[in-house]
């Protein structure tokens, strides 16, 4: 499938972003468990209540009934509810990653170390309400310095930046994973007609 001549029909974002990241690999072992944990929240049947809690401790020593995966997992299931999908679409998805990683291999390992590097420094002083802002701000600064990027469509590089900066981050900073897999996904939404 040539995702650059088609791009309307391209499978569902979260499954392409979690394809990617499986396709693309972790270097870190807590990014790998976190992503494994994803995986695992995000194929739960969508009439599934109950996912484990993190059981945090809160200051008076009680258990934190509700954790931020948990609260992601609520999030994808109203944001996308359609998880797990059929064989057919996940061998899209796994088509769309592939071409994507193939996009953000453009990047150069310096620039793309830079990029992330004030990405985590903005993700860190600010809100996770603002994490679409920063990491936005951060692709159309690599679209700016990297050469050959335009012989592609714009959307597809884009999301390949997107994603490959979002792993990059995560790399250094596993804890990201669930808070920046939602800002991507939520980026990538079509807009919604009212």
Request: proline content about 4%; hydrophobic content about 40%.
């Amino acid at each position: 499938m040539d995702f650059n001549r088609d791009f309307d029909s391209f499978p569902d974002t979260s499954l392409v972003l979690l394809s990617f990241l499986k396709q693309k690999g972790c270097q870190n072992s807590q990014l790998q468990r976190e992503l494994v944990y994803l995986d695992e929240q995000l194929n739960l049947p969508t009439n599934h209540n109950y996912i484990e809690s993190d059981d945090e401790i809160q200051a008076d020593g009680h258990s934190f009934s509700v954790s931020y995966r948990e609260l992601l997992h609520e999030f994808q299931n109203q944001v996308q509810p359609q998880l797990p999908v059929n064989a057919e679409e996940a061998q899209a998805a796994r088509e769309m990653a592939a071409e994507l990683i193939r996009i953000a291999d453009l990047l150069e390992q310096r620039v793309l170390s830079q990029a992330a590097d004030t990405l985590t420094k903005k993700l860190y002083r600010s809100q996770e309400q603002l994490w679409g802002r920063h990491l936005s701000d951060g692709v159309q600064g690599l679209l700016h310095q990297v050469s050959g990027a335009n012989e592609f469509k714009r959307e597809l590089v884009e999301m390949a930046f997107t994603f490959v900066l979002m792993n990059t981050v995560c790399e250094h900073v596993p804890q990201f994973l669930f808070g920046l897999y939602s800002t991507v996904v939520q980026y990538f939404l079509p807009p919604r007609s009212h």
